[in-house]
């Protein structure tokens, strides 16, 4: 969401302001002015947002749908100086999450430090990143930008932070008293310092995570100093991070994901003709719901289409009539469906690899199906859907036994192995088999074994093509999909009745579902992804 505010004098932007305002334009000699020299150290004002403090009623109007998460946490936050036990913010991508957090500490005017574990890949530049804004240090050509303490460690960095923390609030201490005695501008900032962690769940992949994820989780117990308040923001629910480390649990805060009418609210802000942005939403945005309802992917498809839309429009200004809204719709139409297929691409190459296995997979397909027969599906369905849709058949129509087997490193069982000469009685067995496995129908699985299913595929299926015919053994790196786009992906095939739960298994205590898709059916969507689907199907 975009967040437009006021342009202050350079000499009063600080480092704060600059992270919210970066769209802001400046002149040359604005720049130059920003540049950091030595009339320009860092002060206690860079650890807030400075005299840009707004009201609640802002905060709330400029983020639809999080009404109760911002009260909540302004509620957790507490009167001034008031000490707070560690949060944890979490919820999927695109939520807001991080945008929330930053903007109630503009309002509540409080110090903080802030550090995302997306930027600071290692323990190391994350400690840094802390301490190198506790102790009111800026890497610039000066210092050769270096860091103002090197710390590798955790138990360095405990004694670093607990004496950079008290230097900071004895300066606050002194600056809410002098404030106290009208002798400093400005409202009390108080004495109180907060940590604000961001991506923590990305701590998860490096070395030594588990060590690194109990050392943050237990930060405030092991500093002791009231005076201290850790904000953790996590793209995954705490339970991921919950072990037996022996700390207290955070306090949680979810960020659920918008709801369509949300969605408009945000889209509807800051539009120049609200009328025509209305009637263009009327037309794409429930169809894009049901893929994602990412903000940041969902801006980027509709700025592309809005445009589309815009283009028999001679006046962008009007308010479109019922007419126009169907001949700006008959013009936009065609190029909703590539548009959907942009959103979730579930691939195992990067998009400028042309490999000559790529090229090779391509011509064989042309070769052996005609591109109509590619493309004869009577519905549009993201790539990704189609793989769970497959994956699903697969669990439905093969034993969870031979799982093992079927998705092994030579990407399926190879039929041409178990040529051998059956006896009448053999096969009349077979048919008996086969005849009562019609009968009983698709079997059920758990939402596990589908989403295994689904990385199989979804990954093994890139390599096996590049095995066969370009005889190459390199790896293909595996597309990155986040799981809470995946869950999406298999609720939205079960409201269109491709998955039905079939109830839960009193023993496993989970739910189970059950594909209710065709073989046929399954047949035409492997087709139009080139997936081998016979290759993987169980045959009696």
Excluded at 41 to 57: K, M, N
Excluded at 341 to 360: C, L, Y
Excluded at 438 to 467: D, H, T, Y
Aim: net charge neutral.
């Amino acid at each position: 969401m975009v967040k437009t505010m006021s342009k202050e004098e350079p000499s009063k932007v600080t480092r704060r302001a600059t992270r919210l305002s970066s769209s802001v334009t400046v002149s040359k000699d604005e720049v130059e002015n920003l540049k950091p020299n030595e009339s320009q150290r860092p002060t206690l004002d860079d650890l807030t947002f400075g005299e840009e403090s707004i009201s609640l009623d802002s905060v709330l109007s400029s983020f639809p749908g999080r009404h109760s998460q911002i009260l909540g946490l302004v509620r957790l936050l507490g009167p001034l100086d008031s000490p707070t036990l560690p949060i944890i913010i979490y919820g999927s991508a695109s939520t807001g999450k991080t945008s929330v957090v930053l903007q109630v500490f503009r309002h509540l005017n409080r110090p903080f430090v802030y550090s995302s574990c997306l930027t600071c890949y290692n323990p190391r530049i994350l400690f840094e990143s802390v301490l190198n804004q506790l102790l009111l240090h800026r890497k610039n050509a000066s210092n050769e930008y270096s860091s103002a303490k090197r710390c590798d460690k955790p138990s360095d960095f405990v004694n670093l932070l607990r004496e950079a923390l008290c230097n900071v609030v004895d300066k606050l201490s002194c600056t809410t008293e002098k404030s106290r005695k009208g002798e400093s501008d400005g409202k009390p900032k108080g004495k109180m310092v907060y940590l604000i962690l961001d991506n923590v769940d990305l701590i998860r992949g490096w070395d030594k995570s588990s060590m690194i994820l109990q050392f943050l989780f237990n930060l405030y117990h092991i500093l002791q100093m009231p005076q201290l308040g850790i904000i953790l923001i996590s793209g995954v629910p705490p339970d991921v991070y919950y072990s037996n480390m022996g700390y207290t649990e955070p306090i949680p805060v979810y960020f659920p994901e918008y709801s369509e009418d949300d969605l408009r609210k945000i889209f509807l802000r800051n539009q120049a003709n609200r009328k025509l942005y209305s009637a263009f939403l009327d037309v794409v945005l429930r169809s894009f719901c049901r893929v994602t309802r990412r903000v940041d992917e969902l801006s980027a498809a509709f700025s592309l289409l809005f445009r589309k839309y815009c283009e028999p429009l001679t006046d962008l200004g009007i308010g479109p009539n019922e007419e126009m809204k169907r001949r700006l719709y008959s013009h936009l139409q065609p190029h909703i469906p590539p548009c959907l297929n942009e959103i979730f691409m579930v691939s195992s190459q990067p998009p400028n690899a042309d490999t000559n296995g790529e090229r090779k997979r391509r011509a064989s397909c042309n070769t052996s199906e005609s591109r109509e027969d590619l493309e004869k599906l009577d519905f549009h369905m993201s790539t990704s859907a189609k793989y769970l849709l497959i994956a699903a058949f697969l669990a439905s129509r093969n034993p969870a036994t031979l799982d093992a087997s079927m998705f092994d490193s030579t990407g399926g069982l190879d039929n041409r192995k178990r040529k051998r000469k059956a006896s009448e009685k053999s096969m009349e067995k077979k048919e008996i088999a086969e005849q009562e496995t019609l009968m009983k129908g698709p079997g059920s699985f758990p939402l596990e074994r589908l989403l295994a299913i689904f990385q199989c595929i979804a990954s093994v299926e890139e390599s096996s093509f590049g095995e066969e015919t370009s005889g190459s053994g390199d790896d293909v790196e595996d597309g990155n999909i986040l799981m809470s786009d995946i869950l999406l992906q298999v609720s939205s095939l079960c409201d269109a009745n491709f998955i039905t739960k079939s109830g839960s298994c009193p023993l496993e205590g989970s739910t189970r579902y059950r594909s209710t898709v065709s073989e046929e059916l399954a047949l035409k969507v492997a087709r139009s992804l080139g997936f081998p689907l016979s290759k993987y199907l169980y045959r009696r």
